[in-house]
């Protein structure tokens, strides 16, 4: 694979950033928050406040990586009567809004479920950038990659600090994209430090790799966003855009939460 292809959809944008002597800004929100209509509002709200990348959730019912914050969005969305097809209309909403690569965030179980190659296909035709998969491991992705590799789509696999300088090599190796860093051990969730296992995570998936390395679970403000952009391609955040929703802040917040984030990948920690 050659690195323009390995590069993908998310990964372009990230060293469009990169080039502009800055880190990536890529925003989370689950689908269906907190309602579908009001979700996609949001969604477009990471766009409007300088996101460069957008993730969007799929809610699952049994979300073992999620922390608290996330679950109750996504129980919340379930509840609502939130469907694959409503995720998949939610991506061609944000697409065609932001012009800027929307990935999906989600467990294995539901893709398989749909179908692997009816879900690449509806999620391509949508307009979808690729996947983000943290309980789907390269060993057990094939389906995935031959489905994604057909529909030119982005497989971005997790590393964390636990990971063998071997594993994260495989990883790395079946990346189209970014590779996901994810920063902390445990459940995702907005926090007051940022993990200091981040750093030397970044630098050993660099050392295996040219791709982008983002990475996510903790960032909340723009200080925090300046220190990860020190040494990671891509800021990664989410649950604090879901605590703005939650909060009652509405679009309004989670745009303006962007956008202090985006100052944040800006300027010096």
Do not use: H
Request: with cysteine; glycine share 12%.
């Amino acid at each position: 694979m050659s690195d323009l292809m390995a590069l993908g959809n998310a990964g372009t944008a990230i060293r469009r950033a990169n080039e502009a002597g800055r880190a990536a800004l890529v925003g989370y929100l689950p689908a269906g928050y907190p309602t579908i209509d009001g979700g996609v509002d949001a969604i477009k709200a990471l766009a409007d406040g300088g996101a460069d990348v957008i993730e969007v959730g799929l809610p699952y019912s049994d979300p073992v990586m999620d922390g608290v914050t996330i679950q109750r969005a996504a129980e919340i969305a379930l509840a609502g009567g939130l469907r694959i097809r409503d995720v998949i209309a939610t991506v061609e909403k944000v697409a065609a809004y932001a012009g800027i690569p929307v990935l999906v965030m989600t467990y294995w179980n539901p893709i398989e479920r749909y179908g692997v190659d009816r879900f690449a296909a509806d999620f391509a035709s949508a307009g979808g950038a690729g996947l983000i998969t943290p309980d789907l491991i390269p060993e057990e992705a094939a389906e995935w990659a031959a489905a994604a590799d057909k529909n030119e789509l982005d497989k971005v696999f997790l590393v964390s600090p636990s990971s063998t300088d071997e594993r994260i090599a495989l990883t790395t190796r079946s990346c189209r994209g970014f590779v996901y860093a994810t920063a902390v051990m445990g459940v995702t969730g907005a926090r007051e430090q940022p993990s200091d296992l981040a750093a030397p995570l970044v630098a050993r998936t660099k050392a295996a790799t040219s791709l982008p390395v983002g990475v996510g679970l903790g960032v909340s403000n723009a200080e925090q966003a300046a220190g990860v952009a020190a040494y990671a391609d891509a800021v990664i955040v989410g649950s604090a855009f879901v605590k703005q929703l939650e909060a009652g802040n509405g679009p309004a917040g989670v745009r303006e939460l962007a956008a202090s984030l985006a100052q944040g990948v800006r300027r010096e920690p």
